[in-house]
């Protein structure tokens, strides 16, 4: 791969969450994630868990996941410099911090690709940086100066590789052009273009702001003279942020949490979650839905859009020119935890394609069933385009260009996320010089057509549609 032109081929993928192997033993996912169509997977490591004592490395998260592999699937692993012992800020998880040693750092990352030397494809130096103190507790300048040491060590142990700067977050896209976590990674951008290979641009929030997500990224890059191509480490939803009354709801709360609603010896956070279930019987159902024992209407509701954003957010950042997706995330980190307390879990929890059953990472989510679809139709995908539709405000459609199949066309109409559903379905004339055409929507419902003169018409709304020559092909 040229270092300035984008991998070669579509992947879709999946992350393996954030703690692989952390909080117990490194179980199973690639085949999991391959039987629904994967054919990427992103998994997180840790200094502290690779080398727990200087100079003694543990490979067994490592070998778990190289063991897994099968030719198709392509790996990508980011690297968080988290330490007990050998980074500023001791920590067996997060935040990742600079290392106290720095060609002790160069070191560890160098040993680390060897071992697995033409079985990587992405290495990534930490995640979304700008989330400082969460994430990273360091400065910009702190993270190029790892960033740099990073770079050298995949090169020198593995040269095919690439290098992924780590992820560009929504506290980067949805802040003003001011704002400290921007600033932050525009000094990574303009300090670190000879260090990294491709941009990681995190796609959450509304899905139809990824086009000027994508483009803000590009911009940042150009800004400073160069362009690197971008991949998207992570994206799904809905998260709370596209929900006015959820976000504002969710704010008031850390406020109070923040200013004295604590209990005595309880965390911020914690606090947050706790006055939410107190006003749940208050709140509005586009927050309650991501609670835990919501209303099933609420839950099946959620994860009906779970299933729609994932086919939307994929085909924008396909046409987009993206060439690697990572839909965030496979499962649960372990088996059987629970914790309505847990802010992060609140946020993100319900993302997850899949969970255990027991100790099995068996059961499908209807999202799961939603991404599988997807990858089925995608199969052999080479280009995805979006169609002009003046005629037709509102109206979401791309041709997608797959190698030796069909034509295929995926569709929907704008509207709100949550109550889009609600209302009649659409109709919307289009062009199909096609002898067949079949039709179905994100939950695998076959969509009546209407046929005439080289045309089709289809009702359309906020779920998506995928119209081909075929009949349903997932």
Known sequence: MSRH??????????????????????????????????????????????????????????????????????????????????TRQPAGFLPSSPALDPAGYERFVGDLVARCRGRVDHWQCGNEPSNTGLLWAGTASEYVGQLTAFHRAVRAADPSASVVLGGCGHDVLSGPADSEARRFFDHVVEHGRDAYDLFDVHLYGDPHAIPDQVAQVRAMMRRHGYERPVVAGEYNGPTLFEFPRAQAELERAMTA??????????????????????????????????????????????????????????????????????????????????????????????????????????????????????????????????????????????????????????????????????GPATPVDLPWPHATAHAADVFGAAVPLRRAAGRVGVPLSVTPVFLSTEPREG
């Open 5 to 86: 032109t984008a991998p070669a081929g579509v992947r879709l993928g999946v992350v393996r969450g954030i703690s692989y192997g952390m909080f117990g033993a490194p179980d199973s996912f690639v085949p999991e994630a391959r039987e629904l169509g994967a054919t990427l997977v992103r998994v997180f490591l840790y200094w502290g868990q690779v080398e727990p004592e200087p100079g003694r490395y543990d490979w067994s998260v490592v070998d778990a996941v190289l063991g897994q592999l099968d030719p198709a699937a392509e790996l990508w692993v980011t690297v968080c410099s988290s330490s007990p012992w050998a």
């Open 257 to 422: 949490a923040f200013t004295g609603a604590a209990e005595p010896g309880e965390a911020p956070d914690r606090a947050t979650m706790r006055l939410l279930y107190e006003r749940a019987p208050e709140l509005p159902p586009e927050l309650l839905m991501f609670m835990e024992d919501c209303p099933p209407e609420l839950a099946a509701r959620r994860d009906r859009v779970n299933r729609s954003q994932i086919v939307t957010r994929t085909l924008l950042a396909l046409a987009c020119g993206l060439t690697r997706t990572a839909c965030w995330n496979l499962a649960p980190e372990i088996p059987g935890y629970r914790d309505r307390l847990n802010l992060m879990g609140f946020l993100f929890g319900r993302l997850a394609l899949m969970d255990y059953e027991g100790t099995a990472l068996t059961r499908r989510r209807p999202s799961a069933d939603a991404f599988a679809l997807l990858t089925a139709y995608l199969d052999g995908v080479t280009d995805v385009r979006r169609l002009t539709t003046e005629d037709h405000p509102g109206l979401y459609a791309f041709e997608v260009s797959r190698e030796g199949r069909g034509p295929l066309r995926v569709l929907w109409r704008s509207g709100d996320p949550f109550t889009g559903e609600d």
